[in-house]
């Protein structure tokens, strides 16, 4: 049985989701507002948080961010935007995944379950050594999680930094988009793949524009490579 908290402002809704999870065997808990959600998923344990973006009190996104804090419970967003850049900024705050509504309830049931099963796996994890990669002026550290150029740190997002490491290990390899939403996002992943676009056009705003270089190449009708030399 998983612990399950909705943070939805439309009772409806969060009534139809949670007697749906109940149903399939899970513990529910209900909130209607961000600021009640954000102590909810604070003070207790969840194994999921649904999490809709537009909620009296505290947006969505700052729950989740405020959330991120502290937690890594998988959090799903909820939200009747459709737009990549608010998926994107979801995502940017540390969202698992979206759905937008009106939804399928069994998809959500779906992704939930894929959530669920990705915690699992990455708990019982062992980890692995971790590593520095160096090509050209740019160099990536996994363990602390920081890129530099010519020996000057560079901001990224989470998913800015996922997305360059991909690129990065895997240099001279032309990879798809499509390959890169999966390596990135997930296999689960069920959203577009001009997300990717969207993360390669702030990764060069932030690294080629600023620096002077062309770090990620574009393969015209293929996707995206980093070369070594």
Same mark, same amino acid.
């Not at 999921?48 to 991120?68: A, C, F, K, T, Y």
């Not at 002026?137 to 990224?156: A, Y």
């Given at each position: 049985?998983?612990?399950?908290?909705?943070?939805?402002?439309?009772?409806?809704?969060?009534?139809?989701?949670?007697?749906?999870?109940?149903?399939?065997?899970?513990?529910?808990?209900?909130?209607?507002?961000?600021?009640?959600?954000?102590?909810?998923?604070?003070?207790?344990?969840?194994?999921?948080?649904?999490?809709?973006?537009?909620?009296?009190?505290?947006?969505?996104?700052?729950?989740?961010?405020?959330?991120?804090?502290?937690?890594?419970?998988?959090?799903?967003?909820?939200?009747?935007?459709?737009?990549?850049?608010?998926?994107?900024?979801?995502?940017?705050?540390?969202?698992? $995944? !979206?759905?937008?509504?009106?939804?399928? +309830?069994?998809?959500?049931?779906?992704? @939930? *379950?894929?959530? &669920?099963?990705? /915690?699992?796996?990455?708990?019982?994890?062992?980890?692995?050594?971790?590593?520095?990669?160096?090509?050209?002026?740019?160099?990536?550290?996994?363990?602390?999680?920081?890129?530099?150029?010519?020996?000057?740190?560079?901001?990224?997002?989470?998913?800015?930094?996922?997305?360059?490491?991909?690129?990065?290990?895997n240099k001279d390899i032309v990879m798809s988009?499509?390959?890169?939403?999966?390596?990135?996002?997930?296999? $689960? !992943?069920?959203?577009?793949?001009?997300? +990717?676009?969207?993360?390669?056009?702030? @990764? *060069?705003?932030? &690294?080629?524009? /600023?620096?002077?270089?062309?770090?990620?190449?574009?393969?015209?009708?293929?996707?995206?490579?980093?070369?070594?030399?």
């Amino acid at each position: 049985m998983s612990k399950i908290l909705i943070v939805e402002d439309e009772e409806k809704i969060a009534r139809f989701v949670e007697l749906e999870l109940m149903h399939e065997g899970n513990e529910v808990t209900k909130t209607f507002d961000g600021r009640s959600g954000l102590d909810k998923a604070l003070e207790e344990d969840f194994d999921l948080i649904l999490l809709d973006v537009m909620l009296p009190e505290l947006s969505g996104i700052e729950v989740l961010r405020r959330i991120r804090q502290k937690k890594e419970t998988p959090v799903i967003m909820l939200t009747a935007r459709d737009a990549v850049m608010d998926k994107v900024a979801g995502l940017d705050a540390g969202a698992d $995944d !979206y759905i937008t509504k009106p939804f399928a +309830i069994e998809e959500l049931l779906a992704r @939930i *379950r894929v959530a &669920l099963k990705k /915690r699992v796996v990455s708990s019982a994890k062992v980890e692995e050594p971790l590593r520095e990669i160096k090509i050209g002026p740019v160099t990536l550290n996994e363990d602390s999680h920081e890129v530099k150029v010519n020996g000057e740190r560079l901001e990224l997002t989470n998913r800015e930094f996922e997305l360059l490491h991909v690129l990065m290990i895997n240099k001279d390899i032309v990879m798809s988009r499509d390959k890169l939403m999966n390596l990135v996002c997930g296999y $689960d !992943y069920m959203g577009e793949t001009n997300v +990717i676009d969207v993360y390669v056009r702030y @990764i *060069r705003t932030k &690294l080629d524009d /600023r620096f002077g270089i062309k770090f990620i190449t574009t393969v015209r009708g293929v996707g995206y490579v980093v070369r070594a030399n």
